[in-house]
């Protein structure tokens, strides 16, 4: 599941930055219609935060229950090993 959400707020990001590039386009074409790219940003934007928030909030010691500082093979508090 953490690999969907790291998946998918990398391709949140990918279309926020497209939306905001067409909207940069439309305005330096004199064409102030954006409401739809505005909304298609702040939808993605809004994705990328709930799946970091998500992969931040669930990388946790399954064991002790405290947060991982790294990606290490062992819980750097408690010394269990962590699958």
């Known amino acids: ?3 969907i959400a790291k998946w998918l707020a990398v391709i949140s990001i990918i279309v926020f930055v ?3 590039g ?3 386009l439309k305005i330096l074409d004199n064409n102030y219609f954006i409401t739809t790219e505005a909304y298609i940003g702040l939808i993605s934007l809004v994705v990328f935060f709930v799946c ?6 669930t990388n946790r010691c399954p064991h ?3 947060e991982k500082q790294s990606f290490g ?3 750097p508090y408690c010394g269990n090993e962590i699958k």
């Open 18 to 20: 497209v939306a905001w």
């Open 1 to 3: 599941m953490k690999t």
């Open 73 to 75: 093979k062992y819980c």
């Open 52 to 57: 970091v928030m998500y992969v931040k909030l």
């Open 22 to 24: 067409i909207m940069g």
């Open 64 to 66: 002790c229950g405290k």
